[in-house]
């Protein structure tokens, strides 16, 4: 009895009692303080495997960003994680967050902008090739017209009122007179013509200029 009470007066337990009352007063104790004990272990291992479990996700998403880094740029890849970050601020992309975020980030990008460098060079050679051909559709008008002119020259009168009247203008005078007149006629188209195809081709120029000075610039912020 005496070591029970003891033992009971160390938990702060009361010691007063038979021999029996202090023996299942300090077991009751004795059993609380395995049970908390087994609860407490019991809630390390979950918090444990729960730690783990978190830090193989982290695992497998660095590898995963890591992957798709490398197939992207795999200059990239071996960055650390201020250089990364440097890299986005470049881009003006956020860069806080754990190195798995970084590099995915940074990845994702590089894809896009490896994307709109090639959206960018289908526009760019469609322009170019836009340009080409209002140059050649104008050779070919310049040619038709120098034809015409020659052949307006050799026509007879007739021939040249029918022509007159086509374009609803007046056909009455000498076949000099009208020969002229048909010569302005079509002058004057040329030189409407002319001028749609001059739009065309600065309205191009200019769309070509602008997508140069961007692809320069993204260029530029790259470096």
Known sequence: KKTLTKHVKSRGLDAKGSHEVLQTRLLKAIQADHDAHIEQTEAERIAWEEEQAQLAVEMAEKEAALAHLT??????????????????????????????????????????SYEEKQAQAKRIAAEEANIEEIAAEQATADEEYKALRQAIKKMKKPTIMKELKKRE?????????????????????????????????????????????????????ER
């Open 71 to 112: 197939k992207v740029n795999a200059k990239y890849a071996k960055l650390k994680a201020p250089a990364l970050r440097k890299q986005l601020a470049k881009r003006g992309l956020k860069t806080s967050g754990k190195k798995a975020k970084l590099l995915e980030r940074l990845a994702t990008a590089l894809e896009e």
């Open 169 to 221: 203008l007046e056909f009455k005078g000498s076949s000099d007179e009208l020969s002229a007149r048909l010569l302005d006629a079509v002058k004057l188209e040329k030189d409407a013509a002319d001028e749609e195809r001059r739009e065309a081709a600065m309205g191009e120029e200019e769309k070509l200029a602008r997508e140069v000075a961007e692809q320069e610039a993204a260029e530029e912020r």
